[in-house]
């Protein structure tokens, strides 16, 4: 969901930072309501992949938001979670233009904002918890895992 805020933060005529990124967020929402982003989403889903059996969407961060995918899908909510410090060094290593500047006030405002938004509240309501504290080849392990058996659930695909 945030390459939709990025997009529009970029036809605004912004900079992609993460004070001008979170600011077109919010103005959306304030604007359009608190479920616009998943709206959008979904358009987008209806376009370009109506044909297919999963989609995969990130940064839902409220229940409208989930709400609204729920109207329109069948929805299987999965939380990934790690310790601050830990994002705090992923934001730093990863180095994407919206997340330049002092790494720690950025998180800590991203943070703030989110459980503004009720993210905590999705998170509490996730049919699956990974918790992403170690490498990112454990991690990859842990979603692949997980994805390759909603596949398999959903789309009854046992060639995978």
Do not use: Q, W
């Not at 503004?116 to 979603?143: C, H, Q, T």
């Amino acid at each position: 969901m945030g390459d939709i805020v990025r997009k529009e933060t970029l036809k605004r005529g912004l900079e992609l930072t993460s004070n001008n990124v979170r600011k077109v967020a919010m103005a959306l929402r304030k604007e359009y309501g608190e479920d616009i982003l998943a709206k959008l989403v979904i358009k987008e889903i209806k376009e370009k992949f109506s044909d297919k059996c999963v989609v995969l969407v990130d940064g839902s961060r409220s229940l409208s938001e989930i709400n609204a995918f729920k109207k329109e899908f069948d929805v299987l909510i999965i939380s990934i979670e790690a310790p601050f410090n830990i994002r705090l060094e992923r934001i730093c290593a990863r180095r994407r233009t919206d997340d330049m500047g002092n790494a720690y006030e950025i998180l800590k405002k991203r943070d703030e904002m989110e459980l503004k938004l009720g993210v905590d509240k999705v998170m509490k309501i996730a049919d699956i918890r990974i918790v992403n504290d170690k490498s990112i080849e454990e991690f990859r392990e842990k979603a692949r895992s997980i994805l390759l058996k909603v596949l398999r659930d959903v789309c009854g695909r046992h060639n995978l």
